[in-house]
T-cell receptor
Framework: DIQLTQSPSFLSASVGDRVTITCRASQAISTYVAWYQQKPGKAPKLLIY???TLQSGVPSRFRGSGSGPEFTLTISNLQPEDFATYHC??????????FGQGTRLDIK | QLQLQESGPGLVKPSETLSLTCTVSGGSISSTNYYWGWFRQPPGKGLEWIGSIFYSGSTYYNPSLKSRVTISVDRSKNQFSLRLTSVIAADTGIYYCGRHWGMTTVTTYIDYWGQGTQISVSS
């Protein structure tokens, strides 16, 4: 099975910082990944799809890159509303939808 | 604006069957571009895909759950449903329904999610 491993699992940062979250696939099958933001008690929200395409309405401080097996989500100029958990997700062979374990971003 | 809403029992006894329904409003479940999926999130853990269905009835299931899962669609009601048999404590979590792009395309992503429903498995 394809595994998606996010690093770090926990991240502490301050407002105005830039942070990078990495998602690594155990097999380089797909060149695409999606990223989601999830706040406590809420459903995930799509941020980026096809590795680097910003979903409509998502601020441009969010940027996705990579083409497999390693992908990154970069958030520039962190805002208070950005402190949340971030998940990566990929469609792999079978087909199978796989998620990373999540990265929790806390305010320092 | 498309909206999805899960409905279900909240509490299920071990070994029994969990049944959930997702009602879609603001759009048609018969769209030829999208699949409709079920996902779950155990307490404090990451997201897990359970399975997905196309409006025609074609289904894909997570191999780890396939023996216990059935997903069906009711186009007349604009709903799709999940049945998970022989539930155990590890099936406890928040269950989400969602709309996503293809299953046989190069990529897929979930662009609309329901708010989620808490399911607890306990006697």
């Amino acid at each position: 099975d394809i595994q998606l491993t996010q690093s770090p699992s926990f991240l502490s940062a301050s407002v105005g910082d830039r942070v990078t979250i990495t998602c690594r696939a155990s097999q380089a099958i797909s060149t695409y990944v999606a990223w989601y933001q999830q706040k406590p008690g809420k459903a995930p929200k799509l941020l980026i799809y096809a590795s680097s395409t910003l979903q409509s309405g998502v601020p441009s401080r969010f940027r996705g890159s990579g083409s497999g097996p390693e992908f990154t989500l970069t958030i520039s100029n962190l805002q208070p509303e950005d402190f949340a958990t971030y998940h990566c997700q990929q469609l792999s062979s079978y087909p199978l939808i796989t998620f990373g374990q999540g990265t929790r971003l806390d305010i320092k | 604006q498309l909206q999805l809403q899960e409905s279900g029992p909240g509490l299920v006894k071990p070994s029994e069957t969990l049944s959930l329904t997702c009602t879609v409003s603001g759009g048609s479940i018969s769209s030829t571009n999208y699949y409709w999926g079920w996902f779950r999130q155990p307490p404090g853990k990451g997201l897990e895909w359970i399975g997905s269905i196309f409006y025609s009835g074609s289904t894909y299931y997570n191999p780890s759950l396939k023996s216990r899962v059935t997903i069906s669609v009711d186009r007349s009601k604009n709903q799709f449903s999940l049945r998970l048999t022989s539930v155990i404590a590890a099936d406890t979590g928040i269950y989400y329904c969602g709309r996503h792009w293809g299953m046989t395309t190069v990529t897929t992503y979930i662009d609309y999610w329901g708010q989620g429903t808490q399911i607890s498995v306990s006697s």
